[in-house]
């Protein structure tokens, strides 16, 4: 792989070993994949940063690199973690204390602590063709297909070495020809709601893997729901990068998105629909104990609808609810009177963590219930929890029954 002379400065520790350690990283990264050189990027997003993920090693890891001087040269922003740093939700203590020491040590190196996997809800917006190393797959989705930018999947070390030399290898999305599309699938079936969008992007992303799906009657929408079709999307398979006919940037129409290749139609109908339901689906018990909504993080929108349908009622006693969001939504919410109006029915609003990267199996909980198609992907594997998968309405209603009926 090409380098330029800066580059190879820095790759030979000219700026320090955190600097050449992440040179190493992209470098190896690149030589893999068969880029031809370092591009620049505008900005980086550091995700794997709850204990889960980083564990003891990568906590003390991350704060040696933080002790020899590493600092980001671009914006870097720092999805979730596994506690809520405003308030004590009964998670084990040593959990916590090694969970906010990762939290220390990427903002000793210059990271924004946004702990949220929804940074482009709020100030870190990337552009249209902008090159960016975002981690973080539904945020890495929904940059790429939504907004246009130029992203990899990457991983959470190489979005780090990204943010500290401000270079990403130049391959994948970030050429133009390798973002045309794989698959035609023809939406016969109407959808409405986050969880009608979750299910049928959870049955896209089984099919597809990895590959570029291209969806023709999509319907119209809203921002909150292209976010959670591209994380349904995103776990359920390994997708990237979508296009909508007529919706997203880079699809005006058939022929833009495949230019000139060859590509297989599918249909997806009232049955593909209700299959993605029951892939989400591996409740056993309709006794729910555990209703969490909000991965991806809720925006301001969904904060005020949950918040209205939650108005004057009350969370059965022995369920838990938390509504997962970030500390710029939640500070709006708490001014604008939706904090209260769901706490005072027993919910929890809470901030930086999620589910599934936090440690909710600690507290014992065994039937959830979610509109999160991500969510109800993973919590059966990784937090051990049955998991009945629908729209907010009927997890509400699962709240305040501790029931899941239907
Ligand atoms: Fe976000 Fe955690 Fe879900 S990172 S997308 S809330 S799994």
């Avoid at 246009?148 to 990204?162: F, H, L, T, V």
């Amino acid at each position: 792989m090409f380098l330029t002379d800066e580059q190879k400065r820095m790759r030979d520790g000219e700026r320090g070993e955190p600097v050449q350690v992440a040179m190493d990283m992209l470098c190896a990264l690149g030589e893999i994949y068969g880029a031809e050189k370092l591009i620049p990027v505008k900005s980086a997003h550091c995700a794997g940063l709850s204990l889960k993920s980083h564990g003891i090693a990568g906590m003390k890891w991350a704060e040696d690199m933080a002790a020899k001087g590493a600092r980001v040269v671009v914006p870097t922003t720092m999805n979730v973690i596994g506690v809520d740093r405003s308030r004590d939700l009964g998670l084990p203590k040593d959990w916590t204390e090694h969970q906010l020491r990762i939290e220390k040590a990427y903002e000793d190196m210059g990271c924004f602590g946004t702990s949220s996997c929804v940074p482009y809800y709020y100030s870190f917006l990337p552009k249209f063709g902008e090159h960016i190393a975002w981690a973080e797959s539904s945020a890495v989705v929904f940059t790429n297909s939504v907004l246009g930018a130029r992203d990899n999947r990457e991983g959470g070390p190489s979005a780090w070495a990204a943010g500290i030399t401000g270079f990403t290898p130049y391959y994948g999305l970030h050429l133009d020809e390798n973002r045309t599309g794989d698959i035609l699938f023809k939406v016969t079936v109407p959808l409405n709601g986050i969880a009608d969008y979750g299910a049928v992007g959870s049955y896209v992303g089984k099919l597809t893997g990895e590959k570029i799906p291209v969806f023709d009657g999509l319907g119209h929408p809203s921002t909150e729901e292209l976010v959670y079709f591209g994380a349904a999307l995103a776990s359920s398979g390994g997708v990237a990068l979508f296009h909508a006919i007529g919706i997203t940037p880079e699809a005006p129409d058939l022929e833009t998105v495949f230019r000139g290749k060859k590509y297989e139609v599918v249909e997806l109908g009232a049955k593909e629909l209700e299959q993605g339901y029951a892939n989400l689906t591996s409740g056993k018990s309709r006794d729910v104990d555990f209703v969490a909504l909000g991965c991806p993080h809720c925006s301001l929108a969904q904060v005020a609808e949950l918040a209205k349908m939650l108005e004057g009622k009350h969370v059965k006693e022995g369920v838990t609810m938390w509504i997962h969001t970030n500390m710029a939504v939640k500070a709006m919410a708490e001014q604008l009177g939706y904090r209260k109006m769901i706490e005072d029915a027993g919910a929890v609003l809470t901030q930086d963590l999620c589910v599934v990267l936090s440690n909710p199996e600690a507290l014992g909980f065994k039937t959830l219930a979610t509109h999160s198609p991500k969510m109800a992907f993973y919590a059966p594997g990784g937090n051990s929890l049955n998991t009945w998968y629908g729209s907010e309405e009927r997890c509400v209603q699962a709240a305040l029954t501790g029931r899941w009926e239907w």
